[in-house]
């Protein structure tokens, strides 16, 4: 199946045919929306059979800004912009897209779908209720191993060795893989970085052979410590040593240990660029102020969990 041939399927799913999501998805695949969270395939086909019932369709729907990844043979990932207009609304609503296609039993079906709203910005990092991708982490002081708490958090980034999608179709962009370590003049990031209430930390462990992808992702932590003298990074570029790393607390390399005035456990694993960047600087603002944003009822109720607890953060590719 080639390229036009995938996105025609993608714009099959739009056209709210339950039949037709039931069929397309593979029967463990996930979906991403801002609205509902995580949801299964069977969720997600009872969902459109109740706005059928109600008479709730897409009226207009527009793909523009298509791109085709193919980090292996049998695996494709769709990047699109949408532009679409619910049958009961006036104007559209635009919305960044990505699936993932793999190729099952001879036919590709749709594993993964996620959307993030073309208007979303980077929340800031100030007290609140919940902040995502670090925020379950209050007064929690030290990593696993150290004694001075039960609890450690792990964010792990899904990084996909990506190679281009070969590809002729009109309005299919190849996408070849690169880092993209170009920050432009920084100035977001600086201002961002700006108001950082303390010192931050980040110990850097990358293997001693260095790969195209810990070059990118040790030059994007250079350029974000020279954007500020609040940020000090630390390489460490070394032969794997697993009585060392089971002490530091990692369980690969490279990885990334964001530190403030102590270590909160957290370790960061692939590269944060992309829409990753915006989670990754959150986690700077959480570790400098030494808070996570969690309510004084929620920080009460883990104080009565006594069982070490292993929290896993996980970011599938955008």
């Known amino acids: 199946m080639n390229s036009t041939d995938l996105y025609q399927l ?90 993932i296609y793999a190729l099952h039993s001879g036919d590709w079906k749709l594993v993964f779908h996620q959307q993030t709203p073309a208007a979303a ?9 919940r902040q995502d991708g670090v925020s379950e982490h209050e007064g929690l002081t030290g990593g696993p191993g150290r004694g001075a708490s039960p609890f450690g958090i792990l964010i792990l980034f899904w990084s996909l060795p990506l190679r281009p999608c070969p590809t002729s179709e009109p309005g299919v962009k190849e996408e070849h893989y690169m880092a993209t370590t170009q920050l432009g003049d920084g100035g977001t990031f600086r201002d961002h970085l700006r108001t950082l209430s303390g010192p931050v930390t980040l110990l850097y462990y990358t293997p001693d052979v260095p790969s195209a992808a810990t070059r990118a992702e040790r030059a994007l932590l250079e350029e974000l410590a020279a954007m500020s003298d609040k940020v000090h990074l630390r390489i460490f570029a070394e032969r794997w040593d697993a009585e060392r790393e089971s002490q530091v607390g990692i369980a690969r390399t490279p990885a990334i240990v964001p530190m403030g005035v102590t270590d909160y456990g957290i370790r960061y694993y692939g590269t944060p660029d992309g ?39 996980l970011h599938a590719p955008t």
């Open 10 to 99: 993608e714009r099959s799913l739009w056209t709210n045919d339950p039949k037709v999501y039931h069929n397309s998805l593979r029967d463990d695949a996930l979906l991403l929306f801002q609205e509902t969270g995580v949801i299964t395939r069977d969720t997600a086909v009872a969902a459109i059979r109740e706005e059928n019932r109600e008479n709730r369709r897409w009226a207009e729907v527009r793909f523009s800004d298509q791109r085709v990844l193919s980090p292996t043979p049998d695996t494709r990932v769709l990047i699109y912009k949408a532009t679409a207009r619910w049958n009961y609304e006036q104007n559209p609503m635009t919305v960044l897209c990505s699936s």
């Open 121 to 129: 910005e980077p929340a800031a990092a100030p007290d609140r209720g």
């Open 275 to 313: 829409y990753e960047l915006a989670t990754f600087l959150e986690v700077l603002q959480a570790v400098a102020a030494g808070r996570s944003g969690l309510s004084a009822h929620t920080r009460e109720r883990l104080r009565a969990v006594t069982t070490p607890l292993h929290l896993e953060v």
